[in-house]
């Protein structure tokens, strides 16, 4: 059975699972976080301590895509609305009562030493095991000085992280927000300033969409909305990549939690590929409850099982070399798309996405019986768009043809003739075809030995320089 607890997390935080939630609604309280521990939750995140505020609303709003709901969340919601002694308080009694769990004190407050000085006193005192500081928050918090005020200007995010540090007697991490152009001078600065560790990335500053019967950006508070911070599936992307940015720079890599539309034990494994101890999730919570851990952790031990790995340092961080810069890439490497025949259902996707969004080297010009190899070119490309711009769209593939076509004991089950064909020699291996067809494993990308050596563009610059260079005498 492998072993998924979390061993020392930078320097001394331990687990039973890497799966935490993040800072957010589902830790607001004490009786939420231990209900999340009995679903099986590893550690979590207390919603943000400081000075209660007040809350609007509406506060959330979302974006759907194509049939799924909340494929981005975005919120205006603030820090805790419940004072810190109360926040302090279920904090020591959740502590007690599961003192092998991970808790994280996630703290804001003003920006000056002494206030830093006690807030980390109160939160050690009632148990937490690590402290987060939230450098992150991208509004309402920012107007104050605050969240990402801090965390967009290096100098403040080492300056604080340093007065954290002369008072904390346990882990100090930096959660770093994206809203900022290069992510890795403030995860450098945090660690100048003597973090143990980093949580990324926090929310993107976003609009979710605008009522267009009253002209109000969503969420609406009494007419008026605000920017807000986005989060969910639509984010993992863009997460994914600042979190190789970090762990990629050795000025910048610290123990690194990761966050960002983190819905299944897929998306954990790719930021522990890409170096992250641990995993922090919020939104696909909010959507489908605690439980969701359930599948996270069995996914992360069948996966850990297939692949021969014991624990989790035994794969984290193997995919940080494997990104590299373009110029460090391999020019000659060539591949082509390659269509099943067996498997293609005429519908023709491919080469509408080839003709109109890519480089023009599927077509639909085959012919029925014998096939006179790779490349039965009848009509010239030319051709084919001169015909096209005189016909009307209709559906590629009858059910009537496929099954004359079965009846005819054919050699494939779509008509041949509508089964579009590669121009090899033109293919540039893009792989767009591969990405639209709605088969699996119908377009696969094969790869071509053109007899030529590796390149970068890197040497072969490098190599035009050399040429160019004037001889010295």
């Known amino acids: 059975m492998p072993d998924i607890r979390v061993h020392q997390f930078a320097g001394r935080i331990d687990a039973p699972n890497p799966f935490w939630l993040a800072s957010a609604p589902p830790t607001n309280c004490g009786e939420q976080i231990m209900r999340a521990f009995d679903a099986g939750w590893g550690g979590a995140v207390w919603k943000t301590i400081g000075e209660p505020v007040t809350n609007v609303c509406s506060r959330y709003s979302a974006t759907d895509w194509n049939g799924q709901r909340m494929m981005g969340l975005n919120n205006i919601e603030l820090i805790s609305d419940r004072s810190v002694e109360e926040n302090l308080r279920e904090m020591a009694l959740v502590k007690k009562r599961y003192p092998y769990h991970a808790i994280i004190a996630s703290l804001m407050v003003a920006s000056n030493r002494e206030a830093w000085h006690e807030i980390v006193q109160r939160a050690e005192d009632a148990g937490a095991d690590g402290l987060e500081l939230n450098f992150g928050c991208p509004h309402g918090m920012s107007e104050r000085g605050m969240g990402s005020a801090v965390g967009q200007v290096p100098e403040y995010t080492e300056m604080i992280t340093a007065w954290v540090k002369e008072k904390a007697r346990t882990p100090v991490l930096v959660k770093l927000t994206p809203n900022i152009s290069d992510i890795r001078t403030i995860a ?179 012919v029925e019986g014998p096939v006179d190899g790779p490349a039965e070119v009848h009509d010239t490309p030319a051709m084919i768009e001169d015909r096209t711009r005189t016909s009307i769209a209709c559906t590629p593939v009858t059910r009537k043809e496929r099954t004359a076509a079965a009846a005819n004991h054919g050699p494939y089950p779509t008509p041949l003739n509508k089964i579009p064909r590669v121009d090899e020699t033109e293919c540039v291996g893009c792989n767009l075809c591969a990405l639209v067809c709605p088969v699996d494993n119908c377009i696969t990308m094969v790869r071509v030995d053109g007899g030529v050596p590796a390149e970068t563009w890197d040497q072969r610059t490098h190599g035009a320089e050399c040429a160019v260079e004037p001889q010295r005498s």
């Open 188 to 366: 450098r600065a945090a660690k100048r300033g003597g973090a143990d560790g980093l949580s990324a990335i926090n929310t993107i500053n976003s609009i979710t969409g605008i009522d267009l019967d009253t002209f109000v950006p969503r969420p609406n508070v009494d007419g008026k909305s605000s920017h807000g911070g986005y989060c969910g599936p639509a984010v993992k992307p863009i997460a994914l990549n600042m979190v190789q940015q970090i762990m990629g720079d050795p000025e910048a890599a610290l123990p690194l939690s990761g966050i960002g539309g983190i819905s299944t034990w897929r998306d954990a494994v790719e930021f522990m590929l890409l170096g992250a101890g641990t995993v922090q999730v919020c939104t696909a919570v909010m959507h489908y409850g605690y439980r969701v851990v359930e599948d996270m952790a069995e996914g992360l031990e069948n996966w850990m099982r297939s692949k021969g790995f014991a624990t989790i340092e035994d794969f984290r961080g193997l995919s940080v070399p494997k990104v590299t810069e373009w110029k460090h890439l391999n020019l000659n490497y060539k591949i082509v798309a390659h269509i099943n025949e067996q498997k293609c259902i005429g519908c023709d996707l491919c080469h509408i996405a080839c003709w109109d969004g890519a480089h023009q080297c599927i077509h639909l010009d085959r």
